[in-house]
Each structure stands twice: as C-alpha cells, then as structure tokens.
C-alpha cells in the first residue's frame, strides 16, 4: 500500500531548473563547467594569442590592440576568474578527498570559501592588470 502511495507522489518528469541546489553541489557543478571552459575555448585561444605574440613585429602589436579593447579585458579577467574559481574548488576536492571537511557544515563552509578566495583573488588580478 506504502508503496504505491510513494509512487504516485514521485515526479514523472525531473524539471532540475526547478531543484533548489544546496551551496556544495553549485561549486561542484561550477567546477566542472569551468574545467569545459578553461580547456575547449580557453587553451585555443591562449595558443592563438601565444603565435600572435611570437610570430611578428606586425602581429604582436595587432595582438596589443585587440587586448586593450574593454571587452576582450573583461573576457580575459573572466577566464582567469575560472581558472581560479577551478584551482580554488580543485584544492578543496583534494581535501575532502583526504576526509578534510567532509561534515556537512564544514562542506558548506569550504564551498563559500572557494567562492570568496576565488573571487578576491580575481579582483586582485582585475585591479592590478587593468
């Protein structure tokens, strides 16, 4: 009888947009979209950038003005926000891999951690290179 009453009240169709994700399971999912980000467009671009800095006078001064465009400087600081967003949740899963932090206020605690250390330090870049 439980069982059936358990399997009528079960969604037939899981809608995750409308999941309330808990703090953790957001910088889990950020680390990973990151690590996309960072490897497809991220290390193409920045070997492109690398052959335009080493291959001409012409090419890197062409290299120079596309950089002190507003955007591309917003683009650039975004990517180095993943790579240290990735870095800062990468030491974390480290040490939940060593069974440091792992109760659930201390899982909670490092997640907000990664996102405040990754976010200051990205300011701290932003300020000094722009």
Sequence with gaps: MEAKLLKKQRPKHL??????QPLPAIVSIMHRISG???FFPGIPLLLYGLQMLL????????????????????????FVWFGLHHLCAGIRYLALDLHYGIAL???RASSKWVLAVSVTLTLAVGISLW
């Design 15 to 20: 809608n995750l947009f409308k999941i309330s």
């Design 36 to 38: 996309v980000l960072l």
């Design 55 to 78: 291959e001409s006078t012409d090419s890197f001064e062409a290299l120079h003005a596309f950089i002190q465009n507003p955007l591309v400087k917003g683009l650039i600081l975004m």
């Design 105 to 107: 206020t201390h899982a």
